[in-house]
């Protein structure tokens, strides 16, 4: 049975025939290492790998040894569990500002409530996001997130059905990289936030220098909690996650993809005086910020994480990365040059995407503003010589294989000709 019969039973009994997520067209059937076979048959090298999580790849030898050990031992508890313990314990000791650990199971649970943490910790309600930045499913989240009008700061555009026109008043919106609009509007509403969460790497779009440092003297100076969505860039920009990498310490994070080391696993992490809201005993019942969930700590993605956090901890692991992804940047810049495609290559070594622009890529409405359909095109012609990509990113993963960059060339050529045609 193949990608297009499955899609048709898909559309029965799933909305648009998909979770929401991936292309709905597209059904994986197996992983290992950098590639993925779709159930057509057809075999891709994959830069998507899950959206983020698979950094060692896929069926990663070492990783499936633990689980699985765990398995035999039992799936999941609703208890304490050791390894979940560990975990905890190596995410303290790698991430600046963690001190202690919530776990949950996904990464929008995570930024809800470092949100929700925020509030309870201030006292105070409005949330300061940026514009396109992602984080998550929330109502708060789904403000502004990829807003179809350019509404002005600091008015916020709900991008979901179903948020109560009252979390607006809650929100405050700004441009990315755009020190002098943040400081205008934390003049004028500094006072009644609570939270100022921002993606260290907003996308693929990077901070300017010294921007995340300012946020992080705003905030101080105005008792506002700095949180950092490291939802993405933990583990992956550095061991440490973009809080090493650049050198700026948030307040709060949230991290997910990589800890639970392909399983669903996320956490929120950050200062003790601020995290003891989830201890009624510290805080009192008008201070207890409640939160449970079934599947928190799960002791099969914990085990997986912990090995997969040992991995990375090896010697040369994030300079492998690195090295593969600048090795990418080089090729997707080299062969759209040659065609004379004006672009782009916007982000990190470590995730990255071509945007097709002249112009200079700094926040939401300047990335939107590049040509949507030409990256669309492309992409298709990646996808039909063997690349798997998101619509928005290039996730490089540890797996890459001299034959993986072979394949990655000739598909780059065969899309950059595409393109010219």
Known sequence: MNSLTWHERAKAVLPAGGFGNFDHD???????????????????????????????????????DVVQQQLGKGMTFFANNTSAVELAEAIVEAVPCAEQVRYVTSGGEA??????????????????????????????????????????????VPDSA??????RDDMVIA?????????????????????????????????????????????TQRGIVLIFDEIVTGFRLAYGGAQEAYGVVPDLCTLGKVIGGGFPLAAVAGKQDIMRHFDMAEVGREGFLMQLGTLSGNPVAAVAGLKTLEILRRPGAYDTLKAYGQRLQSLFTDHLNRHDHSHQVVGDPTLF??????????DYRTAKAADAKKNAVFNQHLRAHGVLKSPGKVYPCLALTEADFELTENALIAACEGLSS
């Open 26 to 64: 597209v059904f994986i059937r197996d992983g290992k290492g950098s590639r993925v076979w779709d159930e057509s048959g057809n075999e891709y090298v994959d830069y998507l790998i899950g959206s983020g999580p698979m950094l060692l790849g896929h069926g990663h030898e070492e990783v499936l």
């Open 353 to 362: 995407d071509v945007l097709f622009t002249n112009d200079s890529v700094v």
């Open 175 to 219: 441009p990315f990289n755009d020190e002098e609009t943040v400081t205008a509007l934390l003049d004028e509403y500094g006072n009644d936030i609570a939270a100022l969460i921002v993606e260290p790497l907003q996308r693929i779009i990077p901070a300017k220098p010294g921007f995340l440092a300012f946020l992080r003297e705003q905030c």
């Open 162 to 167: 179903g948020i109560p026109d009252s979390v």
């Open 111 to 156: 930024d809800m409530y470092a949100l929700r943490l925020a509030r309870a910790f201030t006292g105070k309600q409005k949330i300061f996001k940026f514009e396109g930045g992602y984080h998550g499913m929330s109502a708060e989240a789904q403000m502004s997130l990829a807003p179809h009008i350019n509404a002005n700061f600091p008015s916020a």
